[in-house]
Every structure is written in C-alpha cells, then in structure tokens.
C-alpha cells in the first residue's frame, strides 16, 4: 500500500515523470532516480506541503560493470541536460563501492542498499510498459515514519548526523526526528 502510494505520488508530479522519461530515453542498465528523487517527495507530501521543496540534484543510478568510466557519466549528464534542462547527477554503481570501501555491488540495487539513510534509499524507473516500479532493497516504511534512519549497513551515526545537518533535513522538515 505504502509502495503504491510513493507510484502514485510520483505519477501526479510532472517534474519527476518528464525526468524518468528522460532518463529512460538513455537506455540505461538497471537504472532508477533514487535518494532525494523519490524521499523529498514523500517527505514534502507527509507535511502536507503545497509545493514539492527543490532538489540539488537529480540522482539517476545505473550499473555496467563493462564501462565503468566517469567520463560517461558526465556524457550522460549532458545528454540529459539536453532532453530536460534539470540538475542531472549520473552515477555508475559498478565502481561506487571503490568510493566506500566496499566490495564490488552486482546491482544498483545493492549499491543503494549500502547508503547512508534507509529514507534515502529508494530508486524508481519507467519499465518497459511505461509503469513506475521502486527499487527499495530496505523496504519503504522508515520513509512514512517522519523519521531520518541510520542504515545499520552504514554503521556510522557520525555521517548521518552531518548529511542530516548539511541537508538541513529537520528545518525543512520539522516534524522529522533522527533516529539512530
């Protein structure tokens, strides 16, 4: 039911669809737009406001262990600038884990499993029948709990607290509390 309610969320947002339509247009493997994407969303509609809060980025994750190259995120980036003028962020997750020390993901989905918030990790894309599908490997109930989780894959309470306070997370969202 929860899921559902994100699906339709997100398919009364013109935003967000034109940007999964963009996104998908790249023809990406195993892709979604994840972190702030979906989360600022719920966030924005559990407080009931009018407006949907801006976003830094755009987050669209994929995974091609075969290219694993930078470069072609930012050749992505620019290609979606070009389809819909929105502050893209492309993201490999085949070399992501060299970042955080983990080892190697075999998907975007465990890639996403591993950040810092269980909030924050929660993707969506367009299947090929033009259909919203979530990738929540965490589950998505933490996110209607006003509440900003510590993963406990993380483990570490101390990024949580900056990205929380960086984001100002809690003055844009008041009712949101911290729990670790």
Not at 121 to 136: D, H, S, T
Request: proline share 6%; hydrophobic share 40%; glycine share 2%.
């Amino acid at each position: 039911m929860k899921q559902q309610q994100i699906k339709d969320w997100i398919s009364q947002d013109v935003m967000r669809m034109q940007a999964l339509n963009a996104a998908q247009q790249l023809g990406l493997d195993d892709w979604c737009l994840a972190a702030g994407f979906v989360r600022n969303l719920v966030w924005d509609r559990l407080h009931n406001y009018r407006h949907s809060t801006p976003l830094n980025d755009i987050d669209v994750i994929y995974f091609n262990p075969q290219q694993p190259d930078a470069d072609l995120d930012r050749e992505y980036e620019q290609r979606l600038r070009d389809l819909l003028p929105l502050p893209w962020s492309v993201k490999n997750q085949a070399r992501m884990h060299l970042k955080h020390q983990h080892p190697p993901y075999t998907s975007s989905s465990e890639a996403i499993s591993y950040w810092v918030e269980t909030e924050t990790a929660i993707g969506v894309r367009l299947n090929e029948y033009q259909q919203l599908e979530l990738i929540a490997p965490l589950g998505v109930d933490a996110l209607f709990d006003f509440s900003i989780t510590l993963n406990p894959k993380c483990g570490k309470p101390e990024m949580l607290l900056a990205r929380a306070a960086e984001k100002k997370w809690t003055e844009i969202w008041q009712d949101l509390h911290i729990k670790m």
